[in-house]
T-cell receptor, first 118, second 113 residues
Framework: GAVVSQHPSRVICKSGTSVKIECRSLDFQATTMFWYRQFPKKSLMLMATSNEGSKATYEQGVEKDKFLINHASLTLSTLTVTSAHPEDSSFYIC??????????????FGPGTRLLVL | AQTVTQSQPEMSVQEAETVTLSCTYDTSESDYYLFWYKQPPSRQMILVIRQEAYKQQNATENRFSVNFQKAAKSFSLKISDSQLGDAAMYFCALQGGSEKLVFGKGTKLTVNP
């Protein structure tokens, strides 16, 4: 079964509004979570690394004031797209680094969130 | 800087045949991990296979195996007895000490019946 969940799976919003996406690790604790953005038919682009209890580390070129990340607990990280514009429309994927069940310690990916900004 | 290169944007294979997807990488770290991920149309990233760099033995997972050539910095994926459900985007990825994954651009695999 799924070990990382994302909510919502898809969202449509008006330009200028803010959208929050949740990423939860199920049944395991993740001190580190990652947020990716994926354009159609492209690879995953790392946006930021989210560490529990500390500020997120953003990749070069990613606006930290636009993409707010909060890692409030060992099982939850949130990405808020502030003042969304049509160019922010994309597929956002999170991953959680940890040990799930009898598996290996690795990154487990969420199912993704499709954001459409009108 | 770490880089991952997948030189085949698209590949196709006949059902039940074997196909090999190529991946080369570059890193200055001595301890790292390599991965192949599958992304079907649902866009859920699925781990196919993982290889620790310090292990000389090539990883295998059922019909999936890798050819890890450390000196050449090559990490190819072989899919045997291809099935229609194998059709997807395949991404090669490298993880160094920071836990961050660096992905290649991907190879779209089509399986023909």
């Amino acid at each position: 079964g799924a070990v990382v969940s994302q909510h919502p799976s898809r969202v449509i919003c008006k330009s200028g509004t803010s959208v929050k996406i949740e990423c939860r690790s199920l049944d395991f604790q993740a001190t580190t979570m990652f947020w990716y953005r994926q354009f159609p038919k492209k690879s995953l682009m790392l946006m930021a690394t989210s560490n529990e209890g500390s500020k997120a580390t953003y990749e070069q070129g990613v606006e930290k004031d636009k993409f707010l990340i909060n890692h409030a607990s060992l099982t939850l990280s949130t990405l808020t797209v502030t003042s969304a514009h049509p160019e922010d429309s994309s597929f956002y994927i999170c991953s959680a680094h940890g040990l799930a069940g009898a598996g290996e310690e690795t990154q487990y990916f969420g199912p993704g969130t499709r954001l459409l900004v009108l | 800087a770490q880089t991952v290169t997948q030189s085949q944007p698209e590949m196709s294979v006949q059902e039940a045949e074997t196909v090999t997807l190529s991946c080369t990488y570059d890193t200055s770290e001595s301890d790292y991990y390599l991965f192949w991920y599958k992304q079907p149309p649902s866009r859920q990233m699925i781990l196919v296979i993982r290889q620790e760099a310090y292990k000389q033995q090539n990883a295998t997972e059922n019909r999936f195996s890798v050819n890890f050539q450390k000196a050449a910095k090559s990490f190819s994926l072989k899919i045997s007895d291809s099935q229609l459900g194998d059709a997807a985007m395949y991404f090669c990825a490298l993880q160094g000490g920071s836990e961050k994954l660096v992905f290649g651009k991907g190879t779209k695999l089509t399986v023909n019946p």
